[in-house]
């Protein structure tokens, strides 16, 4: 599952950042899931969840994800490519797009009725 290796400064570093990435794509996939939940929360409570996970915490676990890509590259042997990073980035902007679009239906959802 993990893979460490040691750079010339003799740190250990994690090969891949696994845990991040699995949370980047939790949030897209929690994100998604939401719309179909609506009718099992009912009202604003699946938008709100959705906007939480999608917009807010797709971008944190992006931040995690990016620190730990970041402490893996130090090591000066370092020659993996960028199809990981670039596949998480565009995890967490769908994510963020549909914590967007929760948004929107929460707004409209808490607006209807004044």
Same mark, same amino acid.
């Given at each position: ?7 010339? =400064? ?9 845990? %991040? ?13 939401? +719309? ?7 009202? %604003? ?13 797709? +971008?944190?676990?992006?931040?995690? +994800? ?8 130090? %090591? =000066?042997?370092?020659?993996?490519? =960028? ?32």
């Amino acid at each position: 599952w993990r893979q460490m290796t040691t750079g010339e =400064s003799g740190v250990w570093a994690e090969a891949r950042p696994a845990v %991040p990435t699995i949370g980047v794509c939790a949030a897209l996939l929690v994100a998604a899931l939401m +719309f179909r939940a609506n009718g099992v929360f009912g009202g %604003p409570v699946s938008n709100l969840v959705g906007f939480g996970v999608g917009a807010v915490l797709g +971008f944190a676990a992006l931040g995690w +994800f990016a620190e730990a890509d970041n402490r893996r590259q130090v %090591p =000066s042997r370092y020659r993996g490519g =960028s199809s990981t990073r670039r596949f998480v980035c565009g995890a967490a902007v769908a994510a963020w797009a549909l914590g967007i679009v929760h948004a929107y239906f929460l707004g409209l959802e808490t607006t209807r009725h004044l």
